[in-house]
């Protein structure tokens, strides 16, 4: 059984602090790096994606909206016109 202590060494006599032995070497810290990375650009392009797409379904209730008022209004009119 390893000694509890002996994963736990002191720094620096000024900062007083303790960190853990052993640390990552550099080339895991870039993979991690880069997989948070990769990670960040496929949220972007999924947000990109649902932006894009609330803004294809925006317009096309807006179409439908402005085509319903279009059908309201013809009605309307065919409505009053008949009325004596």
Sequence with gaps: MANPGSLLTLTSPVDGLRRRGG???E??????LDHH??????LADEMVELARN???H???AS???KEDNKVRCSC???FSD???
């Design 23 to 25: 640390d990552a070497p």
């Design 54 to 56: 609330m803004k294809d």
């Design 27 to 32: 080339s895991d810290l870039d993979s991690v």
């Design 37 to 42: 990375k990769q990670m960040q650009e496929r």
């Design 63 to 65: 179409n439908i909206v």
């Design 58 to 60: 925006a317009q096309a």
């Design 82 to 84: 008949e009325s004596p």
């Design 76 to 78: 309307h009119e065919a």
